[in-house]
């Protein structure tokens, strides 16, 4: 089988976003500490790009779930596999996702943090598919890129865990 990747965002238009981003964070959380929280494994690289370019401090945790298996089509079922290791009670919380697709994974994780009161919770998405929209509970704060309704892989996100470590996000076509 041989996929074909073919450009959607390049590398300096992410980056270029990405910092434009960080500074529109750095002023709404001026002063504060922001405790970045980043969803495994698919928002990594852009949650290391991002902090690296914040001006606030910042605390970090991890929270890895999965809602796809290996495959393009969603199993609409969210499982928690890794939870946080610091509570969140009383902290200012950014929630650093890939992708908002149909909305259940970050639905199920906005759920889940709040459960613990934090003092606020907001989300960044790096990419958002509105067409795909099926849970319309979760509105991010901040989002980088809207997109349309095409499978991409790049800058973290995978196909059957592959193709994360591109530079730039394309659109995958797999082939026989
Ligand atoms: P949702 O729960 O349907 O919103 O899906 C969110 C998750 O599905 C993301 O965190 C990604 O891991 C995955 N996902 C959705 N669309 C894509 C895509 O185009 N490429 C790779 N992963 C995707
Ligand atoms: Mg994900």
């Keep these: 089988m041989k996929d074909t990747i073919e450009v959607m965002i390049s590398e300096a238009t992410i980056q270029k976003r990405v910092l434009e981003l960080a500074e529109e964070i750095s002023l ?9 929280i980043c969803v495994l494994k698919g928002g990594v690289i852009f949650f290391s790009d991002l902090s690296r370019r914040l001006q606030v401090d910042v ?3 991890f929270i890895d779930v999965s809602s796809y298996s290996d495959s393009t089509i969603s199993s609409g079922v969210v499982r928690i596999d890794k ?15 890939d992708i908002l697709d149909t ?3 970050l639905s199920r994780l906005v759920r889940h943090l709040s459960a613990q009161r934090p003092k606020s919770l907001k989300v960044c998405t790096l990419l958002d ?3 795909r929209r099926v849970i319309n509970d979760v509105a991010p704060e901040y989002i980088g890129f809207s997109i349309p309704d095409k499978f991409v892989v790049g800058y973290g996100l995978d196909y059957a ?4 470590q591109l530079p730039y996000i394309g659109v995958l076509e797999t082939r026989d």
Aim: no cysteine; aromatic share 6%; charged share 35%.
């Design 103 to 105: 909305g259940q994974t």
């Design 129 to 131: 598919k509105p067409e």
């Design 161 to 164: 865990q592959k193709y994360r």
């Design 59 to 61: 605390e970090m945790d």
């Design 28 to 36: 709404d959380y001026k002063g504060l500490t922001l405790t970045l």
């Design 83 to 97: 939870d946080l290791e610091r509570p969140i009670t009383g902290k200012h919380v950014l929630l650093v996702e």
